[in-house]
């Protein structure tokens, strides 16, 4: 039986595209996914979260397996990335919940990631229910939840930087 999650262990190999990872199925659109997906394009797909935390609960993918935001690099490609994701997310909320009181962007960090394909979660507020926002606030030095801006401040390239 296929694993539903992509949860490998900090030792096991990883690959571009996991037949294993529930997420690289929505994103190769496998025949067995009945996601419907909000938006696609080349680099990314975006869907409604399955269990949502907010008025607006959308996650955004790239199609590309990469496991967490750890495995992001400082590079042109993966901060161009993160950009488009963000971009896509913000236009689908903007479309979806434009009276929302605050939209939220953002990624789990080991070990608080439920599953282990890179997902912006995109929250247009209020949480539903309210205590769910716990699940949603950095903590720190203990990781939790990274602020899209933030992560794309630390995997900015030196070149950009000083531009």
């Known amino acids: 039986m296929k694993n539903p999650f992509c949860f490998r262990g900090p030792a096991a190999k990883r690959t571009p595209m996991a037949d294993w990872c529930v997420f690289c199925d929505i994103a190769g659109r496998a025949p067995g996914s009945t996601t419907a997906l909000l938006y696609s394009d080349d680099k990314v797909v975006a869907f409604q979260d399955i269990d949502p935390s907010a008025f607006r609960h959308y996650l955004v993918i790239p ?4 496991p967490t935001v750890n495995d992001l690099r400082i590079t042109n ?4 990335l993160v950009s488009h994701m963000v971009k896509v997310g913000k236009d689908l909320l903007d479309r979806d919940a ?3 009181e605050e939209h939220r962007f953002g990624f789990h960090q080991p070990p608080f990631n439920s599953i282990d394909h890179l997902h912006l979660h995109c929250l247009a507020l209020p949480f539903m ?3 769910r926002q716990v699940k949603y606030t950095p903590l ?3 990781g939790g939840f990274i602020d899209a801006e933030k992560l794309l401040e630390n995997i900015k390239p030196q070149t950009e930087a000083n531009s």
């Open 63 to 66: 199609i590309e397996h990469i």
């Open 77 to 80: 490609e993966h901060h161009q």
């Open 98 to 100: 434009p009276i929302s």
């Open 129 to 131: 229910p309210s205590w």
């Open 140 to 142: 720190g030095p203990l």
